[in-house]
């Protein structure tokens, strides 16, 4: 159990291939921003899961910066290593926290508030956590997505993911793992993550439908992608603020 194992001292490891922890005090190790304006994605201090700064991304109705479906306002990251055909049979681990704030909206339709998209143009993404109503939901496979895991919506406390996939289009070959708040929620589920031919690139912050009118607030920290288990673990306390 991955909750065993949050004890352990945090140690800097080869197998750590990116962070975009906002340690920084910007957004400057993602490698893009999507948004309509330079409020809407904050580095801040006022509520972190670990270190000084943490994302806080907010969305309004209309908000549509790449004149494409729904609203957002999201940061990317391109990882060379996985685009176009290189993913194919890649694996890795990725860890991040988000917190809902108070103020949340509960809509009967999703929003989504981390992704991993597909370099296609077409079709939903491989991997997604969005909120539905009163749920946040996993949801893995794209053309032949599910939903893979559920629990009702908590805001105002951080909430700990550590993914595990290995990216392939062959549903034999290909698989994920999901631990939420040093619980594994989703045991090893072989499935096909990936569009065949295609690469997959991260994309967190808030991306909803744009019949949403109620503005929306989420608090992003810590994203962290390596190789190994032991180098994503999670912070062993949730508090929201510091």
Known sequence: MLSGLLLLP???SASVLWKGDFETGNASQWSKEESVSSNRLLVETDRVREGTYALRAQVNQGDNPIHASGNRNELVYMDDSLLDGRAEGAERYYSWS????ESYPSENTWQVFTQWHHTGLNGSPPMEFYVMGEEMRMRVGGERAQDLWK?????GVWNDFVVHVKWSSDPNAGFVELYHNGQLVVPLTPMATLYPGQGVYVKQGLYRN???APEGVV?????????DLADVLPPTTTAATN
């Open 10 to 12: 945090t140690m800097a």
């Open 98 to 101: 988000t917190l809902f704030d």
């Open 151 to 155: 629990t009702p919506l908590q805001r």
């Open 210 to 212: 744009a019949t949403i």
């Open 219 to 227: 608090f992003h920290d810590g994203f962290t992608v390596a190789t």
